[in-house]
């Protein structure tokens, strides 16, 4: 997968020698919608040109707050010439909405999970390849400093294994997808772009404890490159927990991807590294 600021740096380029800023839209304006926008209405070489949610008061709300047009659905956002636009909508809908702005050629971000099937994500991925737009799901932790510190300090290493917490309490926005797709769909993604491997085997224990899908997971995997992976996620813990481990042969990689520390032990000796912080432009 091409990192997102080199996708979005390059099509800002193209669009910045056509002598005009690169148009984006954002379908759903919710808490995460929102957020998008929001970015997007402040980023140099791009115009927040106009924001779709068939929720009119919340969608003229963010309109108004961004300086942007307000229109129902994705087919007003595509007539307002848009470029590029980010898909912010409930899962269910990724699919109807990317491959009718694949169709115009407008470029697409896709909150994760990509779709709410295999065969849906399939489909976007050929209709995006076939019709040669940028396609990019927001794995957003690739880009967290922290997770960039162990990337670096695991490179060229044999990597054993890698433990990966991520907890937190129920968010209340949560209805149409498990604690799996919100949280673990993030490490799933890491366990595969830290190793260069495909995960081969999956040894997942669910549990519902107040929620109606899934709230507590407990997954163990192995790739093909040998090896073992563990992630404990759950939506019953009172506080957030972002915690990384890596063991390798030489070196033993601790990150906390929410302070951002970033700690690598070599024969039992600490040597505590910062990771860099991220630009807040």
Request: charged fraction near 20%; glycine fraction near 8%; charge should be neutral.
């Amino acid at each position: 997968m091409v990192q997102a600021g080199d996708r979005l740096s390059a099509m800002t380029q193209a669009s910045t020698i056509a002598s005009r800023p690169l148009r984006i839209g954002v379908v759903g304006v919710g808490v995460m919608g929102s957020n998008h926008a929001r970015v997007l209405a402040g980023l140099p070489g791009a115009e927040l040109t106009g924001v779709a949610d068939p929720d009119a008061k919340q969608a003229d709300f963010v309109a108004r707050t961004l300086n942007c047009a307000a229109v129902p659905d994705i087919h007003g956002l595509l007539g307002l010439g848009v470029d590029a636009i980010t898909i912010a909508a409930p899962t269910h809908l990724h699919r109807e909405v990317a491959l009718a702005a694949i169709a115009r050629g407008v470029h697409v971000l896709v909150e994760k999970p990509i779709a709410s099937t295999v065969e849906e994500g399939r489909e976007i991925i050929v209709a995006a390849r076939a019709k040669g737009v940028t396609l990019m799901v927001g794995h957003v932790e690739r880009f967290n400093p922290a997770v960039e510190a162990i990337k670096d300090a695991i490179r060229g290493e044999d990597i054993l294994s890698i433990a990966i917490t991520r907890v937190g309490p129920f968010p209340p926005r949560m209805s149409n997808v498990g604690v799996v797709i919100d949280l673990a769909v993030h490490d799933i993604d890491l366990i595969r772009w830290f190793t260069d491997s495909d995960i081969i085997e999956v040894q997942p224990q669910l549990a519902s404890a107040v929620a109606e899908r899934e709230d507590i997971a407990l997954l163990q995997f192995r790739t093909a490159s040998g090896v073992l992976a563990h992630i404990n996620t759950n939506w019953l813990t009172p506080f957030k927990a972002r915690n990384v481990t890596v063991a390798t042969r030489h070196k033993y990689v601790q990150g906390d991807l929410l302070t951002r520390q970033v700690t690598e032990c070599f024969g039992f000796q600490p040597r505590s590294l910062r990771a860099r912080e991220m630009s807040s432009s």
